[in-house]
């Protein structure tokens, strides 16, 4: 009977952190197209895969727009993110760093 | 009587969190010498105070390193960077990315 009455508590519980938990999902961006050419080096939440690559979550996204356009520019020179950003348009380094600019500081637990 | 036991078990929990407080002061490391140059666009705690000035807090201090290093050998250019790095040593590098990179991703609360 206890182990009912918990069952019970459990499945409220969740079902109270469904609407909750839908707008989160609501309000979180999408990943943008080109996401997948970032993850090896900066990973899908902006934390670096190696000591050299930078976290970029939390970051400031005009930073990132700014850098990603001098990279493109040759103002700023990366063997690797010189090529990435050749490939992006205007709209592509918006999205790519409004991506990363709204994932958690730190990384997602 | 109640307020007494309120404030004796206030002083408990107070005596009973010193010794970590203590440790986390002895773990902090020192703010490097020429901290003050960061200040005024990366702030204390690494948190940009513009759009434009990236944030620093948590991130690796290893890129900071090559960051310095490349602002200070003309390979990345910046007007206020390339100017402050040259006043930069090694050492100075070093101790600026190492408490950049202590700091909590985020800022401190």
Redesign the interface.
Known sequence: MRRTALLLAAAGTLSAAAPAFAQAQQDAPEPPAKLSTCLPCHGRDGI?TA?????L???????MV?QLKAFKSG???HDQMSLIAESLSDDDMDALSEWYAAQ???GNP
Chains 1, 2 share one sequence.
């Open positions: 670096g000591p050299l690559n930078p976290n979550a939390g970051q400031k996204a005009l930073y700014k103002e700023r020179r958690p500081p730190g």
